[in-house]
């Protein structure tokens, strides 16, 4: 051991001579962060993690190939290593002194960026910062073995330079360190994998960013571990003391020994696609971690209060601060300004009933694309619309579970998902018409995804208890018996009396789809939590929506469906001019529904769809008599039905509800903070209140006074990030 600390010590002072040393652990990387921080506007928030991460790679990518090789090579050429071979030593500690040299030499630089990212950007003290310094250690470790096997197999100090810049320059560029991996080419995000460095700098801006704990980091670490053995090992059986001494070119190939654990790494990451989900959420936090100040606009903040003129902060993804008036100055607060004057800021529009599988149209191509990728474009739609929230009310239920997950998790850029269902009905009831035509081992599949047909109490309480187990936002029931020439079987009152109690005991909202007043009643009387439609050819009594407004439940009258529905009896295709859905609409999607509005093949169901009464004056009517009662609205579209394209759905469905007579800040406050009501997550979307996620639609001119403003879309914002619509369909 005596050995060990005099070798360490001897190392130190030799170490500590050489301005090269100094330079590349100390002076190299404090340049890159400043230079980088000054660059990424670093004081704004999320940019001084990957600040950290970038500058911390650089120096220990520094400290190991030039500190340990390329010194190591210098030493062996002025004969300092030989005079160590007449001492009764072997190359082992010798190896060992230059691992925990480097690691002495660098760690003050690590407490030092951190003190001034801390001290000048005001970025709070990391919570894992214990787990940073350990990893950093591995880190040194790990890549001090790399240099010393290059010092092994290399001949002369020009060859360790040019083996060093081989390896350092790609690592560098590569890994994160100087250009996110988020810009570059799907290809060569795939190479990147690869790169030893590169899980240095997801592993410390993982760290910093979620505070997450050593999960995250278990693969990188093993790996650099791996590679200090393997290094220390390669470098001790190759370890030569005097420059005299020369060996074969061949032994170069050592170095691929030494980064075989991270090809394999690379190549596990490669089939998990787990490196490029990693890429994407760090991209995603660092573009939700800005700090910008929106300034000069109209607030409409959701709860029916307007400011006329006033300003809202966002830092890290939420409200920071609403301000009244003139608000401070940008700089004060260390915000980009964000320039409204002339706008309205609203909060994100929220549609409480679409249906993602069904694209709205017709599409000869639809059946064969990918699903759940065709959920992400149509999510995408609706966040390019400045709707920022929906729920899914009767999609596949394994489909729709994943698409939340990656939306939620941030994998991909589309708006909030809730999802209800799979729908409670009956056999031969509402919802099993859409599947019959289909081959019965299909239909069953099908309907157990999108499905629930439960013939008893006891079935009925079972199968909520286990839509509960997977973690659903809410359920749904069907009570509609159609009317005209079209009819359905209706659900078992006793049985939906069932569900509705066990949703309602497993804490699950209960949206109930209804078709005329009994249905209304019904759904009220078991404690509903939402009536879906309300009813299209039947006047609901004011009794009961006096009831609903006593009971707190929520009335979604979805005139868009009914519209979309009477256009399509009529081959109108209106609908499908609208300019955003002109925008957010795939193209081939859109010619095939026009094409097929006025063909032959699609008379059947034109006629078909005209048996079934539609009343749009029953429907506004029994609208604004709900709101004359002072029951509770929301904006729901329908979306997925004929006609209802994914996308700018809530402006259109409170465009309706303007022309029927429903004040404009009504209709808004039904598309924000209601809405936010229903899905229970008031303190978190749906009103501009500070401490709510910056779900932002700021559009050109002032929606009380014009509700067509609403689709004059200035800016989207999504938890902080400022979106770019341009790019929202190519994402994937």
């Not at 005596?2 to 130190?12: E, F, N, Q, R, T």
């Not at 009971?551 to 529905?565: I, K, V």
Request: proline content about 5%.
């Amino acid at each position: 051991m005596k050995s060990y600390k005099a070798l360490i010590a001897l190392d130190l002072k030799l170490a500590l001579r050489q301005r090269s040393v100094i330079f590349f652990n100390y002076l190299f990387p404090l340049i890159f962060f400043f230079i980088f921080g000054q660059a990424m506007h670093a004081e704004r928030g999320a940019a001084m993690t990957v600040v950290i991460g970038m500058v911390l790679v650089i120096g220990i990518l520094g400290n190991g190939l030039f500190g340990a090789g390329i010194r190591a090579v210098q030493e062996r050429e002025a004969n300092i290593l030989r005079r160590y071979k007449v001492t009764p030593i072997t190359p082992l500690p010798l190896l060992v002194a230059s691992v925990v040299t480097g690691w002495i030499l660098y760690m003050p630089n690590v407490i030092l960026i951190f003190v001034l990212a801390h001290t000048l950007y005001g970025m709070p003290w990391p919570q894992s910062i214990g787990l940073i310094f350990l990893f950093v250690t591995v880190a040194i470790a790990g890549f001090r073995a790399i240099g010393m096997i290059i010092a092994s197999v290399v001949n002369s100090m020009q060859e360790s330079q040019l083996v060093v810049q081989l390896i350092y320059l790609p690592m560098l560029f590569l890994s994160g360190a100087t250009f996110p991996p988020s810009m570059f080419p799907p290809w060569l995000q795939v190479v990147t994998l690869f790169v030893p460095a590169r899980y240095m700098v997801t592993g410390i801006q993982s760290l910093l960013s979620w505070n997450s704990g050593i999960r995250t980091i278990i693969q990188p670490t093993l790996a650099l571990l791996l590679t200090t053995a393997v290094g220390l090992f390669i470098a001790f059986k190759l370890f030569r003391w005097e420059k005299e001494e020369k060996i074969r070119p061949s032994a170069k190939l050592w170095l691929a020994a030494v980064l075989t654990p991270f090809l394999l790494l690379g190549a596990w990451q490669m089939h998990t696609r787990q490196g490029i989900v990693e890429t994407k959420l760090l991209a995603r936090q660092l573009a939700r971690g800005d700090t910008f100040l929106i300034r000069g606009a109209r607030i409409f903040v959701g709860n029916g209060k307007v400011i006329e003129t006033g300003s809202v902060l966002v830092r890290g993804g939420k409200i920071a601060e609403v301000y009244e008036g003139d608000g401070p100055d940008p700089k004060s607060l260390k915000a980009e300004a964000v320039e409204a004057v002339g706008k309205t800021i609203l909060p994100g529009l929220i549609d409480v009933h679409v249906h993602l599988s069904p694209s709205g149209g017709f599409d000869s191509q639809s059946d064969s694309e990918d699903r759940e990728k065709r959920k992400l474009r149509e999510l995408a739609a609706y966040l390019y619309s400045g709707v920022t929230t929906v729920r899914s009310v009767g999609d596949d239920l394994d489909g729709i579970l994943k698409v939340r997950s990656e939306i939620r998790d941030g994998q991909d850029l589309g708006a909030e998902l809730f999802a209800c269902g799979p729908m409670f009905t009956t056999a031969g009831g509402h919802g099993t018409e859409f599947f019959k035509d289909l081959p019965a081992n299909i239909r069953s599949r099908v309907e157990e995804q999108v499905l629930r047909l439960p013939t008893s109490t006891e079935e009925a309480q079972r199968q909520v208890d286990e839509l509960k187990q997977r973690n659903l936002d809410c359920i749904k029931a069907i009570l509609e018996a159609g009317g005209g020439e079209t009819v359905f079987n209706r659900l078992d009152v006793g049985i939906f009396d069932t569900v509705a109690r066990a949703a309602l005991a497993d804490g699950l909202p209960l949206a109930v789809h209804t078709g005329d007043a009994r249905d209304v009643a019904d759904a009220v009387e078991a404690g509903a939590n939402s009536i879906e439609h309300g009813s299209f050819r039947q006047e609901i009594p004011d009794p009961l929506f006096e009831q609903m407004a006593k009971h707190g439940t929520f009335y979604d009258p979805t005139l868009s469906a009914g519209e979309a529905t009477l256009d399509f009896v009529a081959g109108k295709d209106r609908l499908l001019k609208r300019s955003l859905v002109q925008q957010v609409g795939p193209p081939e999607l859109l010619r095939a529904t026009e094409d097929a509005l006025t063909s032959k093949d699609t008379e059947a169901m034109r006629q078909t769809a005209a048996k079934y009464p539609i009343d749009m004056q029953v429907a506004i009517e029994n609208l604004k008599r709900a709101q004359q009662h002072g029951v509770l609205l929301v904006t729901g579209s329908d979306a997925g039905n004929l006609l209802v394209i994914h996308g700018p759905t809530v402006q259109h469905e409170i465009e309706l509800w303007v022309q029927a007579g429903i004040a404009p800040s009504v209709a808004l406050q039904a598309a924000t903070y209601n809405a936010a009501r229903l899905l229970r997550a008031e303190k978190r979307i749906g009103s501009i209140q500070p401490g709510n996620d910056a779900d932002l639609l700021v559009v050109d001119g002032n929606p009380l006074e014009d509700i067509s403003a609403t689709e004059r879309i200035s800016l989207v914002v999504f938890k902080g990030e400022r979106i770019d619509r341009s790019e929202l369909f190519d994402q994937r």
